[in-house]
Antibody, heavy 114, light 113 residues
Framework: EVQLVESGGGLVQPGGSLRLSCVAS????????MSWVRQAPGKGLEWVAN????????YYVDSVKGRFTISRDNARKSVYLQMDSLRSEDTAMYFC???????WGQGTLVTVSS | DVVMTQSPLSLPVTLGQPASISCRSS???????????LNWFQQRPGQSPRRLIY???NRDSGVPDRFSGSGSGTDFTLKISRVEAEDVGSYYC??????????FGQGTRLEIK
């Protein structure tokens, strides 16, 4: 069974940083692209970033370019999202997803507020 | 970026009746490899999204056959043949043909009338 477990969310002040983690199990992690997708409270889904199997390619939505960094550690079957210069509009549930959104984790909540 | 437009945004349905959600893209979703990367997701209240349909019309494992997807080019539809109580939630289409970015529709909230 595919499992994706996110962690690292919390309350942070504007301008602050957080690092989200997602640990995978139930599939061969290094065979798949991995993504982060977010959902602001009461709103729809927004793809944030993704990373190729070997980490050689990464892509971002324009609104987070230069502030967020996606990375992965295939030995640890983990994908990360380093979020810097956080803004109130980054407040959302952040989901980790496998293979172009085929499977999803339960999410971790990020709240940016003073 | 490809804009995905869903309608309706709210869908009240009587139990046992059919339901239909439309999704239109601002550009053709036919990829140069011949595939059309259009997915449908269900998000029940308080839960993570779950993919229902991929490549326009292919049901994911475990998805009831009352769900079906159709369409081509820029015009797509998700149909539920007979709505059940467990179908309550939001439904999203998403294109994966012209990425980055992947783009989602605004979502359609299905409720029982």
């Amino acid at each position: 069974e595919v499992q994706l477990v996110e962690s690292g969310g919390g309350l942070v002040q504007p301008g602050g940083s957080l690092r989200l983690s997602c640990v995978a199990s139930g599939f061969t992690f290094n065979n798949y692209w991995m993504s982060w997708v977010r959902q602001a409270p009461g709103k729809g889904l927004e793809w944030v970033a993704n990373i190729k199997q070997d980490g050689s390619e990464t892509y971002y939505v324009d609104s987070v370019k230069g502030r967020f960094t996606i990375s992965r550690d295939n030995a640890r079957k983990s994908v990360y999202l380093q979020m810097d210069s956080l803004r109130s509009e980054d407040t959302a549930m952040y989901f980790c997803a496998r293979d172009h959104m085929r499977d999803w984790g339960q999410g971790t909540l990020v709240t940016v507020s003073s | 970026d490809v804009v995905m437009t869903q309608s309706p945004l709210s869908l009240p349905v009587t139990l046992g009746q059919p339901a239909s959600i439309s999704c239109r893209s601002s550009q053709s979703l036919v990829h140069s490899d011949g595939n059309t990367y259009l997915n449908w997701f269900q998000q029940r209240p308080g839960q993570s999204p779950r993919r229902l349909i991929y490549l326009v019309s292919n049901r994911d494992s475990g998805v009831p056959d009352r769900f079906s997807g159709s369409g081509s080019g820029t015009d797509f539809t998700l149909k539920i043949s007979r709505v059940e109580a467990e179908d309550v939630g939001s439904y999203y289409c998403m294109q994966g043909t012209q990425w980055p970015p992947y783009t989602f529709g605004q979502g359609t909230r299905l409720e029982i009338k």
